[in-house]
C-alpha cells in the first residue's frame, strides 16, 4: 500500500512540475505577444502604419537603399512577405521603387520624404528589439529556442509561410453596431 501511494504522489509532483513550467512557457509568450500586438496598435494609432510596415520602413532607412530580397534578410523572413508590405507601403507614397541604374533586373527601394517624416515621429518597433533580444543570447540557446517553437508549432498542426508579425490580419471597423471586414 505505501509503494502505490508513493506513486501517486510522485504522480502528482510531475503534474505540478509540468504544470508550473507550462505556465511559465505560456507567461512568457504573452508577455512577448502583448508587447508586439501593443506596439503594433501603437504604430498604427501613432503614424497611421501597422507594426509590420513600421518595421520594414525602420529596417529600410538602416540601409538606405535595399531591394526586396535585402529587406527579407534584413527583418528575418520571407520575399513575398516583404513584398506585400513593400506594395502597401509604395501605395501610401512612403517609398520608391526604381530600377538600379547598373542591374536593370533589381528594383531598388527607398523612403521618400514622406517615409523619412513618419519614421521621425514614429515609436521604436518591437520587431527590432526582439530581434536584437534574439541576436544577443548565446548561438546554442537560439538553436533551442527555434528547435523548441518549431516542434511546439508542427504539435499545434500550424504550418504555412511565416509572415511579418500582425501584417495580414484582418481590420475591423464598426458599422451600425456590427463589425464588418473592411
Do not use: C, W
Not at 3 to 21: E, F, I, W
Amino acid at each position: 500500500m505505501g509503494s502505490h501511494s508513493y506513486r501517486r504522489s510522485s504522480r502528482r509532483a510531475d503534474s505540478r512540475s509540468r504544470d508550473s513550467g507550462t505556465r511559465i512557457v505560456l507567461d512568457n509568450l504573452r508577455l512577448l505577444v502583448r508587447a508586439l500586438r501593443v506596439s503594433a496598435r501603437g504604430a498604427e494609432k501613432t503614424v497611421g502604419v501597422s507594426g509590420a510596415q513600421l518595421f520594414v520602413l525602420q529596417t529600410l532607412s538602416d540601409a538606405r537603399v535595399a531591394s526586396v530580397g535585402e529587406l527579407a534578410l534584413r527583418t528575418h523572413t520571407d520575399q513575398s512577405s516583404v513584398s506585400v508590405v513593400v506594395d502597401r507601403l509604395a501605395r501610401r507614397g512612403l517609398i520608391s521603387r526604381t530600377e538600379s541604374k547598373t542591374d536593370g533586373r533589381r528594383l531598388e527601394i527607398r523612403l521618400t520624404t514622406g517615409g523619412r517624416s513618419l519614421l521621425r515621429r514614429s515609436p521604436e518597433s518591437t520587431q527590432t528589439r526582439l530581434i536584437s533580444a534574439i541576436d544577443e543570447l548565446p548561438r546554442v540557446t537560439r538553436d533551442q529556442l527555434g528547435a523548441a517553437l518549431g516542434k511546439l508549432a508542427r504539435a499545434m498542426g500550424i504550418s504555412g509561410e511565416p509572415r511579418l508579425f500582425f501584417e495580414d490580419e484582418p481590420r475591423l471597423r464598426r458599422t451600425t453596431g456590427n463589425n464588418v471586414r473592411r
